[in-house]
């Protein structure tokens, strides 16, 4: 699927159905649509750590609660700024979850210039991410940002 219908879906998905199913609805249609993705999660900004919400993947990750600073999700938390990591094995700051990720991208969810979650998303690809991925993601992540 092309980034623009994308942001059509999840545009349509957002007007359509009550706030709390949203975000698990947009993540599931972005995991089923996308065969890069092959694990996506939201995490959320609850004091200084980030809480796992919705994902979908074929497992659970351990990292359900990251300290902002930590890995690569606390260090775009810290900093506001997208990570693209094309290959996780070669970044010390990447907190393993699944042996198959090769690559990452972790797009930050703000509000007024504050970040209050974010968008991870991992694939059994190298080099997966680029910079067309990271401005759609934060496309993606300006909608979100109206539902938390």
């Known amino acids: 699927m092309n980034h623009k219908l994308a942001i059509e879906k999840i545009l349509e998905i957002s007007s ?3 706030s709390d199913t949203i975000l698990k609805t947009c993540i599931e249609f972005l995991y089923d649509n996308f065969d890069k993705y092959s694990w996506i999660g939201i995490y959320l900004v609850k004091e ?3 809480i796992l919400g919705p994902w979908k ?3 659970a990750t351990e990292h359900v609660k ?3 600073g930590k890995g690569i999700c606390g260090s775009a938390a810290k900093s506001g700024n997208t990570e693209i990591i094309s290959d996780v094995s070669s970044d010390n700051r990447y907190l ?3 042996v198959s990720t090769k690559s990452e991208i972790v797009v ?3 509000k007024d210039s504050k970040v209050i979650g974010e968008i991870d998303i991992d694939s059994n690809i190298p ?6 991925d990271a401005e759609f993601l934060e496309k993606i992540a300006d909608i979100f ?3 938390l």
């Open 57 to 59: 993947g074929k497992q």
């Open 96 to 98: 393993a979850c699944f």
């Open 108 to 110: 930050p969810i703000k």
């Open 48 to 50: 200084n750590n980030l």
């Open 145 to 147: 940002a109206k539902f």
């Open 127 to 132: 080099n997966a991410f680029n910079n067309k």
């Open 16 to 18: 359509s159905l009550k």
């Open 66 to 68: 990251i300290p902002i």
